[in-house]
């Protein structure tokens, strides 16, 4: 929940004069839209900006629905079993959590299914990974200077943070109706990015009225009134956690894994990929909500296939697993080569037959582009 404690960036966006003011040079700030239900004071998006910059939180708790619908064919549970991170399965799908925030030393989260339940805790610098179904427990100590937890953006908290730090002249920043959450008046932010190559039609923030914390994400791909990924608080309760919800009990029978100390992995335990030789050496190409991300892999790699490996040689369950993924997706070739192209509502993903990876909330024509280049 670092949007909670750190929006240093949103301060170049409040003007110096009320009303309506132009940011940055070109991205617009509206004023409070009106005919709006609940009836709440105007307040302009400068305004929220300040309000939620400024805000503080000693703790929460709350239950969570995230929804996904990103026009994907079904392997982003797939993709996440390969990467060792049960979070990623919220790409896809409808997924109810518990949430529970007592500070950035102090953090749970909760994936709650039909089949059991997975938590992820944080107390101090100890924190803790549990999966019920395998009855299966790791620990690990942070690093003395680590923040928040790092994983999916399981809250809107967590949401708003990454597309707040999109803001630049090239969004449109206006005033939304106001409404309820979670039972609480609630204002809404949108943006909406300018550059017509953008997937993304709008992300809608809804700030609580008296707190100026995200109770709800949305973003609306291009066309559509839905929104394609939409993450809510059904219930929120701003009072500070007990410091029980933050112990982990290992429950009887279970088998507990002992990561080294100050290891820096993800939920899963995995190891995070570094840049350089044994990891993808990722660069950037644009600005904006049109940035591609580009990934200079092994000719294989993407595949999960060993370094040097021939087509077809898998290095593992894995692998065989992603090399399927892969395996059914569309071909495409142009100007500036060939490779599998995989396209979602709000993404676009480019797979070259020369080891390049190019990502983007893009148009596929966009990343051809990038791909020449």
């Known amino acids: 929940m670092s949007v909670l404690k750190n929006r240093a960036v949103l301060r170049w966006l409040v003007p110096v004069t009320a009303g ?12 409070f839209a009106a005919g709006a239900d609940p009836a709440l004071p105007p307040r302009t998006a400068a305004q929220l900006l300040e309000d939620l910059r400024t805000s503080r939180l000693d703790g929460l708790s709350g239950t969570v629905v995230q929804r996904a619908d990103l026009g994907l064919p079904p392997i982003a549970a797939l993709v996440g079993q390969a990467g060792g991170n049960e979070l990623a399965s919220l790409v896809s799908g409808t ?5 529970w925030y007592a500070g950035p030393e102090r953090q749970r989260l909760a994936l709650v299914d039909t089949l059991g339940e997975r938590d992820l805790l944080r107390n101090g610098r100890d924190v803790w990974s549990w999966d019920s179904r395998a009855n299966t427990a790791s620990h690990r100590t942070l690093p003395a200077d680590a923040k928040d937890l790092e994983s999916a953006p399981a809250t809107p908290a967590d949401a708003a943070d990454r597309a707040l730090a999109a803001i630049d002249p090239s969004t449109a920043v206006t005033v939304g109706r106001s409404g309820t959450v979670a039972g609480r008046s609630v204002y809404e932010l949108v943006l909406t990015p300018r550059d017509r190559d953008s997937l993304v039609h709008q992300v809608r923030v809804a700030l609580d009225a008296k707190e100026h914390v995200p109770l709800r994400f949305e973003v609306l791909a291009d066309g559509t009134d839905e929104p394609a990924f939409e993450v809510a608080f059904t219930q929120v309760d701003f009072r500070t956690p007990d410091a029980d919800q933050f112990r982990f009990n290992p429950p009887p029978g279970v088998t507990v894994k002992e990561e080294p100390a100050g290891d820096e992995r993800g939920p899963a335990g995995r190891q995070r990929p570094e840049r350089g030789a044994d990891g993808p050496d990722v660069r950037t190409v644009g600005t904006g909500w049109t940035t591609v991300l580009v990934a200079k892999l092994d000719a294989m790699g993407a595949a999960g296939a060993k370094p040097g490996a021939k087509p077809g040689e898998a290095a593992g369950p894995d692998a065989d697993m992603m090399a399927k993924v892969l395996g059914g997706l569309e071909r495409v070739s142009g100007d500036w080569g060939s490779g599998r ?23 596929p024509e966009r990343l051809y582009q990038a791909a020449k280049g």
């Open 20 to 31: 309506v003011a132009v940011i940055g040079g070109g991205a617009a700030v509206g004023t």
């Open 95 to 99: 997924h109810t959590l518990r949430v």
């Open 341 to 363: 192209l995989l396209t979602g509502k709000l993404f676009s993903v480019l797979l070259t037959d020369d080891g390049r990876v190019l990502a983007g909330l893009v148009r």
